[in-house]
């Protein structure tokens, strides 16, 4: 059983940062992919950001160069730094992981198989 924990949310006025926090329980390890999937008030689920076991990292086009990704050598801890932050931002995060044979897209977050409860961002202008 995989939990995941998300936290570091609140609210900030546009230009702001936030640092999202996401803890992973159970089987889970660093080889395995882990993102962040966003859902905003009206709109589907988008995938924001994913890294996979090598390191690699991809980042949806809207927050590239704004938001970093990362996570802890041990794996159990993943991050996302978010700065620069506008209005079109708000909206639930959260913390998504998938096990061996996972592809490492944004897109591919958007339906991972473990996800937390999510943590709320407010952006205001």
């Known amino acids: 059983q995989v939990q995941l924990v998300e936290s570091g949310g609140g609210s900030v006025e546009a230009g702001g940062s936030l640092r999202l926090r996401c803890t992973v329980d159970?089987?889970?390890?660093?080889?395995?992919?882990k993102g962040w999937v966003r859902q905003s008030p009206g709109k589907e689920r988008e995938g924001v950001a994913v890294?996979?076991?090598?390191?690699?990292?991809s980042y949806k086009e809207a927050v590239k160069g704004r938001f970093t990704i990362s996570q802890d050598n041990s794996g159990n801890t993943l991050y996302l730094q978010m700065n620069n932050l506008t209005v079109e931002d708000t909206g639930m995060y959260y913390c998504?992981?998938?096990?061996?044979?996972?592809?490492?897209?944004?897109?591919?977050?958007?339906?991972?198989?473990?996800r937390g409860q999510g943590t709320q961002v407010t952006v205001s202008s």
């Open positions: 159970g089987w889970y390890n660093r080889r395995h992919c």
């Open positions: 890294l996979d076991g090598d390191g690699s990292i």
């Open positions: 998504a992981a998938d096990g061996y044979g996972c592809r490492a897209t944004v897109i591919a977050t958007e339906s991972y198989p473990y």
